[in-house]
């Protein structure tokens, strides 16, 4: 008897074989041939650069104002 087997859907977990012989007088010689692949993702440290656009600060001059003072002469006319 051979019989072969496929599990494509295995996400985890364990499998087991189970091999059963049910004649109790004679026993029986069995070849066992396993297969298993499996799939190791290796990772990777990978470092980049993030542009960061800033707008241009427009620096201001600020300055005391120069503030002068004359005197002049005024002509007051006092209507009583």
């Known amino acids: 008897?051979?019989?072969?087997?496929?599990i494509d859907k295995y996400r985890q977990g364990g499998f087991s074989l189970e091999l059963t012989?049910?004649?109790?007088?004679?026993?029986?010689?069995?070849?066992?041939?396993?297969?298993?692949?499996?799939?190791?993702?290796?990772?990777?440290?990978?470092?980049?650069?993030i542009v960061v656009k800033?707008?241009?600060?427009?620096?201001?001059t600020k300055r005391i104002p120069n503030v002068t003072v004359r005197k002049a002469p005024v002509i007051l006319i006092d209507n009583k």
């Open 21 to 49: 012989n049910d004649n109790i007088l004679n026993g029986i010689n069995v070849n066992v041939k396993v297969i298993a692949v499996t799939l190791t993702k290796i990772w990777k440290d990978e470092y980049y650069t």
């Open 54 to 60: 800033e707008p241009i600060k427009e620096k201001q």
């Open 1 to 6: 008897m051979t019989a072969i087997g496929r």
